[in-house]
């Protein structure tokens, strides 16, 4: 289990995101308003729709929850087995592992709530950054992409 020092560095870190991205809507709002496209899709306006976006959300979330959970037992479990200093190595190694992908997690969970905030403010997402080939998008976007990849590269270290 995380520490509560961690735990209240990850709400932090999401916090902070959250500022982050609301605040560079905000701007872009006030500053570039032919800039903006309201996206009632998901992500990067590919306008997949609302029902299936929210669907795959659900289920991403409860696979990252679940999976750091098991996660979290599992390094519990370790630890009690044994003192022995190859177990404590291979045990800090575990503790540290599971820390990258819980901060991983509150990256791509910053940007699925703060899409998630928009959705319920304004109806729609709000797409500031123009990307090639028509793609629009914005932090939170941003977030949710670099969470997962991330989150799915610590996942595969050894």
Sequence with gaps: MLPKKQNGSLY????????????????ALSWFPGLIQFNRGSAFTWGIPVHISIAISVIVA????????????????????????????????????ILIETWWAAIF??????????RIVWGGVIDW??????????????????????????????
Excluded: C, M, W
């Design 12 to 27: 932090l870190l999401v916090l902070v995101a959250l500022i982050f991205d609301q605040g560079s809507k905000f701007a």
């Design 62 to 97: 409860i696979l990252f929850f679940r999976h750091l959970v098991i996660r979290t037992k599992l390094s519990h479990s370790v630890r009690k087995e044994s003192t022995k200093f190859s177990h404590a190595i291979r045990r800090l190694a575990d503790e540290s592992k």
């Design 109 to 118: 969970v910053s940007g699925a709530v703060a899409n998630a905030l928009d």
């Design 129 to 158: 950054i123009h990307y090639p080939f028509g793609i629009t998008g914005n932090i939170a976007d941003l977030y949710l992409l670099a969470g997962l990849f991330g989150f799915l590269r610590a996942r595969s270290t050894h």
